[in-house]
């Protein structure tokens, strides 16, 4: 008898980054998220190759074009798929140079706001004392205050502008991360690893940046997910307002703003469209980031 | 419970101040004062005049004592745009917005609490389930664009309720509000359904995790036994637990409500002081600017107190641990 024995192969060891990706598939909805949010970034950065037409170059404008329903067609042959607003532009284009700007808006002032903030909860969570009162007090003051009234308040101040409005983001944002931050830093500082870098007598820097961060990030992770959409949003209500971005630079919050007197009149896409195209992006990072905070929560995993 | 409260209060005096200072460093500071409190049409003369009067020749401390003196007599300057106190442009906007605000907080716990006590009883049923869903969108979605859709579908399309302004007005302690006649009814419905729906959204899940956390107590279970009817054990006993949380998040989330109006009011073009503010951002009345400011800092502070006080007195658990 020499049949061969059915030994089963030894089961493949598992990279993490394996068993992230595994857990994240889980969730068809939160992977549609995420195929949404690639393929909004790709438009995003790809704007100037992707769009039909360029709609700040004036020279590429028609005015006779103005208001024209989705699906016409221009005198040159330029199908408007999503028709076109009062100075002629392709509504397509627009969305997708809007996009560019809202995400670089929203994802910039996240990541320098993810920055501050993280780098200050660590250090409120590891000097302790009077250095930890006075960050988490402002952090307690800042998120007392809704988001909307302190953009209103600081731009109120600087008036418009991109940089502006990044300013006032970061400094809406920064507290959320220095909360998490702080909260993380507090269990992981007690662990062994902390005591042996402390033992080695590493800089204060090394230990805090270099063993304390990587082991928080997880739940800064989430928070930055979120927090990019909550930017998007602000950035756009901002806009909207005509407090945000200046219209040179038209993101889709001003693109919704510049088409809103049209829709009492019935021509709903300069609106809409834009309008859908942040909402989507919106909806998609949040469907990411919901199902993230459950891929990542240590509590949850088995 | 006299020190905690006299504690809380020296708190909110401290928090005001450092607004004061806030505030007062924007504008002088960050803003060049001359410009940002005399009106770009004043001559030479009274230029210097102004500047006299304003006491912007004074060292900066001075200033902001001066500062503070006129906000504590309610003198925060006249807008340049309505040559009016501007404290007293903004109180007369007042009114608008808050009947705007308490109906939609109103409206959010007419409509959160059922919605949320029937997700929280049939938590796999699809109505439960659809509005958990909703609720996420309730969140996300900017109250800008649910505002354009709803002007969209139920002022354009359909034609069923109006889309701006405050319509008619009846008078009430000297007062003029909406709510006492059909037309303005008509016209709060929409904005107050928009600056609704992300307190609704809030008010449904706290409403329905509480539900969720409440059926399996013990005391729950008790009353089953001593034969009560679902809907009193419902409604009386797991209600009283219920309510403590949401009872703070509505008074915490009345002074968000009162911010976002902004965004409410001008989609709606509702004459509130949010609207106000927008408009005079955009034209740089800053006497106003700033006065609001001060104005919602107050409201935000007394707002948290109240709240912070009410607790107290609805939860007794919390008395107990104030006072070890």
């Given amino acids: 008898m020499s049949a061969a024995l059915d030994i089963p192969a030894p089961p493949k060891e598992e990279t993490p980054f394996q068993r992230f990706a595994r857990e994240f598939a889980d969730s068809k909805l939160a992977v549609l998220g995420l195929v949404i949010v690639l393929l909004v970034a790709v438009l995003a950065i790809a704007a100037p190759w992707i769009a039909p037409q360029n ?92 988001s909307i009234l302190v953009a209103l308040m600081i731009l109120a101040f600087l008036g418009k502008g991109v940089a502006n409005v990044m300013l006032a983001l970061v400094i809406v944002e920064w507290a959320r991360y220095a909360r998490t931050a702080r909260s993380a830093a507090l269990v992981e500082r007690r662990r062994e690893y902390i005591e042996a870098a402390e033992c080695l007598a590493l800089p204060r820097w090394r230990v805090l940046f270099r063993h304390l961060l990587p082991n928080c990030m997880p739940p800064l992770i989430v928070i930055g997910t979120i927090q990019i959409a909550r930017a998007i949003t602000l950035e756009a209500t901002l806009s909207f307002l005509g407090l945000g971005v200046p219209i040179t630079e038209p993101s889709l919050g001003l693109l919704i703003a510049n088409g809103y007197q049209y829709m009492l009149s019935g021509k709903y896409w300069i609106s809409f469209y834009p309008g859908i195209a942040l909402l989507v992006t919106i909806v998609a990072i949040n469907l990411v980031g919901d199902h993230l905070r459950d891929v990542l929560n240590p509590r949850l995993q088995r | 419970m006299t020190t905690w409260l006299l504690r809380r209060l020296i708190q909110a005096v401290f928090v005001v101040l450092v607004m004061t200072v806030i505030v007062f460093i924007g504008l002088h500071v960050i ?278 006080l009410l607790y107290t007195v609805l939860d007794p658990r919390v008395r107990l641990e104030n006072r070890q």
């Avoid at chain 1, 170059?57 to 798929?81: C, E, H, N």
């Fill in chain 1, 55 to 146: 709609p700040y170059d004036l020279a590429q404008l028609d005015i006779m074009d103005g208001r024209l329903p989705p699906g016409s067609v221009s005198a040159d042959g330029l199908t408007f798929w999503l028709g076109t607003d009062d100075q002629g532009r392709d509504m397509l284009s627009g969305i997708i140079y809007g996009l560019r700007i809202s995400l670089s808006v929203g994802v910039g002032s996240a990541v320098i706001a993810g920055v501050i903030g993280s780098a200050l909860g660590l250090i409120a969570a590891y000097a302790g004392g009077k250095i930890e009162t006075a960050i988490m007090r402002l952090v307690d003051l800042q998120l007392s205050f809704p």
């Fill in chain 2, 31 to 308: 803003g060049d004062p001359i410009d940002i409190l005399i009106s770009p049409e004043a001559d030479q003369a009274e230029r210097a005049r102004a500047v006299a009067a304003l006491g912007l020749d004074q060292p900066l401390w001075k200033q902001y004592g001066l500062f503070l003196w006129g906000g504590l007599h309610g003198d925060l300057g006249r807008s340049f745009v309505f040559n009016e106190p501007a404290l007293q442009l903004i109180g007369g906007r007042m009114p608008a917005t808050m009947e705007l605000a308490v109906t939609a907080v109103l409206l959010s716990v007419v409509i959160g609490i059922p919605l949320g006590l029937y997700a929280g009883l049939n938590p796999d049923s699809l109505l439960g389930r659809t509005t958990m869903a909703g609720s996420i969108l309730g969140f996300s979605l900017p109250t800008f664009w649910v505002g354009l859709m709803l002007i969209m579908v139920f002022a354009v399309q359909l034609g069923w309720l109006p889309s701006t302004g405050r319509g008619e007005t009846a008078e009430l302690f000297g007062v003029q509000w909406s709510f006492l006649t059909r037309d303005g009814l008509a016209h709060m419905a929409l904005p107050a359904l928009n600056l609704s729906l992300g307190n609704i959204a809030l008010v449904l899940r706290l409403t329905r995790a509480g539900v969720r956390e409440n059926i399996h107590m013990d005391y729950v279970r008790f009353a089953r036994a001593k034969g009560l009817s679902p809907a009193r054990v419902v409604l009386v006993h797991v209600m009283k637990n219920i309510l403590i949380p949401v009872v703070t998040i509505i008074g915490l989330e009345f002074g968000s409500t009162i911010a976002f109006s902004v965004v409410t009011e001008s989609v709606f073009a509702w004459p509130g002081m949010g609207k106000l503010i927008i408009d005079s951002i955009n034209v740089l009345d800053r006497p106003v600017i700033v006065a609001y400011l001060m104005i919602i800092v107050f409201l935000f502070i007394t707002i948290n107190l109240l709240v912070d």
